[in-house]
């Protein structure tokens, strides 16, 4: 059974940057795709960045040039860095292991972006 533990989410005010982890257990991490994800209220969830094994990462269009995605695999936790924070960013972030027919979320993690 994989676990997905996130931390990290608050309240930062606009222009302000936060840090969220998504630690990863039960399973190899190393080969995985990770992604972050975040839901707004009466929003579809959507994706906001992933990272596959290595380097290759993804962002939307709405995060280029402000987030990070990253991973250590040798702590089986993946990051997402979070830079110039904006209102419209406040949501539920959910970190998202992907490997072969496997997919697991985890709890969410609250971010909030006050003007």
């Known amino acids: 059974q994989v676990q997905l533990v996130e931390s990290g989410g608050g309240l930062v005010q606009a222009g302000g940057s936060l840090r969220l982890s998504c630690v990863v257990s039960g399973s190899i991490f190393s080969i995985a795709t990770m992604g972050w994800y975040r839901q707004a209220p009466g929003k579809q969830r959507e994706l906001v960045a992933s990272i596959v094994s290595g380097s290759t990462t993804n962002y939307a269009d709405s995060v280029k040039g402000r987030f990070t995605i990253s991973r250590d695999a040798a702590k089986s936790t993946v990051y997402l860095q979070m830079n110039s924070l904006k209102p419209e960013d406040t949501a539920v972030y959910y970190c998202?292991?992907?490997?072969?027919?496997?997919?697991?979320w985890g709890q969410g993690t609250q971010v909030t972006v006050s003007s």
């Open positions: 998202r292991f992907q490997r072969g027919l496997m997919n697991y």
